[in-house]
């Protein structure tokens, strides 16, 4: 399994900067028929045959949780995090862990199962939502065009969704909101105060339709699993590290 490969090599690069090794199968991959004919589990099982596919951990991490069921039964949307941000994710952890004096993890099941399924209940909301079904949204004009809150599958934490019109170049002219449209997905920290200081990822591939929900790929290049590292390492730190395999 790449992970535990990806947890040992840290053990002997504690001191690298980079927090990701760069991984060129992992590409924004343009149009394809979005239908599949299975649910949710099935897709992402379907993208997890090798270890070099883009699901290879999220769906041992979803199994680990305890949440396969609801993603085979449920009518969800999910937006999936890609392999890279859990292995961010970890690499924080073990800096984190490094730093502090303390033994580092060599799996991810080193880390308590409830921690994966707090955080990754903030990736899930209920209900079937393809792009047309989502709000404007823009960052820099919030008050005009702001996007959408939607309660996730963690009851504590929200998710503001939302499409951003990508404006339209032609020759010296720009076509304010002309362009591409694309998924934003933004993790709001404070729900009395949902503007502010939100989180946000594109999703690189949209509207995959299993046929108990949608799934929308998260662009792994500038995510983290939990939407910020802090938040992974705070929780898996508080509910204690199980180290099954020292």
Known sequence: MKLNNILAAVLLLLTVLSSCSNKDYFEDS???????????????DSKAQRPEDPFDTLVQIIRYAGMEDMLKNEKVT????????????LFN????????GKDTIQSYKDVKPEVYRRLLSQYIIK????????????TTA????????????????ALNVGVVFHDLKNGDATIKYG??????VSFVPDFTNPTQGWISTFVASSNIQPNNGRV?????????????GTRFTRLAMELGIDYHTK
Do not use: C, S
Request: charge should be negative; aromatic fraction near 18%; glycine fraction near 10%.
């Open 142 to 157: 919030k008050y005009a065009f702001g996007g959408q809150i939607y309660q996730t599958y963690n009851e504590d934490e």
């Open 30 to 44: 343009g149009t394809h028929d979005p239908r599949f004919n299975g649910n949710i589990m099935e897709y992402l």
């Open 179 to 184: 362009g591409p449209r694309q998924l934003l």
């Open 127 to 138: 209900g079937d939502y393809g792009l047309t079904d989502f709000r404007q949204v823009d």
């Open 93 to 100: 952890l073990n800096m984190n862990l490094y730093v502090q």
């Open 216 to 228: 929308h790929v998260l662009n792994y290049r500038n995510h983290i699993f939990g939407y910020m």
């Open 78 to 89: 999910f937006f999936a995090p890609p392999d890279p941000t859990f292995e961010k994710a």
